[in-house]
């Protein structure tokens, strides 16, 4: 994969503000499920999963499994542009509410 190539992925990934959003709170708690994104967006699960699904194949984010939960995290060696785009968001993650957990789990 070319440098034009990681930037537009990752411009593509990231050129939506719910995308933004769960990225940076995963980026705060260290790893979260899909409830506990939808319950503090206030987004549906299944628009959750769909972002979810564009952030792993950009290699922004890894899941593991955890009883029946999923479980999202960033992935462990982030390319350096990845690494640059998370300094950014790091400075921005106070700005979001604070973790509401979910009641499934």
């Not at 930037?7 to 790893?31: G, Y």
């Not at 060696?77 to 700005?95: A, D, F, G, I, R």
Request: charged share 25%.
């Amino acid at each position: 994969m070319t440098i034009f190539d990681e930037i537009t992925q990752l411009s593509k990934a990231m050129s939506d503000e719910n995308r933004v959003k769960i990225v940076t709170l995963i980026q705060r708690e260290n790893h979260l499920c899909v409830c506990e994104i939808s319950d503090t967006l206030s987004l549906s699960q299944p628009l959750v999963s769909r972002h979810l699904k564009q952030l792993k194949n950009a290699h922004i984010l890894s899941s593991s499994r955890d009883k029946k939960w999923v479980i999202y995290k960033i992935i462990n060696n982030p390319s350096k542009l990845v690494k640059t785009y998370l300094t950014l968001l790091k400075q921005k993650e106070n700005m979001l509410d604070q973790m509401i957990h979910c009641n499934k789990r």
